[in-house]
């Protein structure tokens, strides 16, 4: 999208859109209680697990999630019970992430921004071309698949790479927005569950 100043296209300002975007919506979902947030995330749970996307797959990367997040340690658990191959993210960079196989939860130790992930002397790289199912984490959703994250690009440049996986967002009904200003290379999502349902976006 353009806009013309003295004859000269000038590009919108989405960073600055997103920015503000991102401040509103991380105050809504801040502002979940400690009781709704662990309530809601349950239920998600259980919407995620019996998901036919998530149920016929073999490797299912996932995320541990932050504290005003929805919360995935009982989500990862039970799919480890079903006998799912369940990876998390490692951080490798600056906008570079690696899928690690989970193979406990007792494997987990804290790593950068004190978000959990394999340790070290038994992390095991899932090829992301392998990955049947992402859940997505991030701070708000549009119900066209369009996601806005933290900023950092990490899935951005992550999901292209897990082309054949279904991208299933996990978030609060608080998360979802209007609309989110997006680019071509920012990625969306084929559905998305929250404590309400769980709904095909769509996204093209």
């Known amino acids: 999208m353009t806009r013309m100043k003295s004859g000269m296209p000038e590009r919108?300002?989405?960073?600055?859109?997103?920015?503000?975007?991102?401040?509103?919506?991380l105050v809504v979902r801040r502002a979940l209680s400690p009781t709704d947030r662990r309530t809601f995330s349950?239920?998600?749970?259980?919407?995620?697990?019996?998901?036919?996307?998530?149920?016929?797959?073999?490797?299912?990367?996932?995320?541990?999630g932050m504290e005003d997040e929805v919360q995935t340690e009982t989500l990862l658990s039970r799919l480890l019970d079903m006998g799912k191959q369940v990876a998390i993210p490692w951080i490798t960079g600056?906008?570079?992430?690696?899928?690690?196989?989970?193979?406990?939860?007792?494997?987990?130790?804290?790593?950068?921004?004190?978000?959990?992930?394999v340790r070290e002397e038994i992390r095991e790289v899932l090829p992301p071309q392998a990955i049947d199912c992402v859940i997505v984490p991030g701070v708000a959703f549009g119900r066209d698949g369009t996601r806005l994250g933290m900023g950092g690009g990490y899935y951005d440049a992550f999901l292209p790479k897990?082309?054949?996986?279904?991208?299933?967002?996990?978030?609060?009904?608080?998360?979802?927005?209007?609309?989110?200003?997006?680019?071509?290379?920012?990625?969306?999502?084929?559905?998305?569950?929250?404590?309400?349902?769980?709904?095909?976006?769509?996204?093209?």
């Open 162 to 204: 897990a082309a054949k996986a279904v991208k299933i967002a996990a978030a609060f009904q608080c998360q979802i927005a209007d609309h989110i200003p997006s680019l071509p290379h920012d990625c969306g999502v084929d559905w998305i569950a929250t404590e309400q349902g769980v709904f095909k976006t769509s996204k093209k």
């Open 12 to 25: 919108v300002d989405f960073d600055g859109e997103k920015r503000a975007l991102r401040k509103k919506m």
């Open 94 to 117: 600056k906008r570079a992430m690696e899928a690690v196989l989970v193979p406990s939860m007792d494997a987990l130790e804290a790593g950068t921004y004190h978000i959990l992930t």
């Open 42 to 64: 349950e239920i998600i749970g259980e919407r995620l697990v019996s998901h036919e996307n998530v149920d016929k797959a073999q490797f299912v990367f996932a995320y541990v």
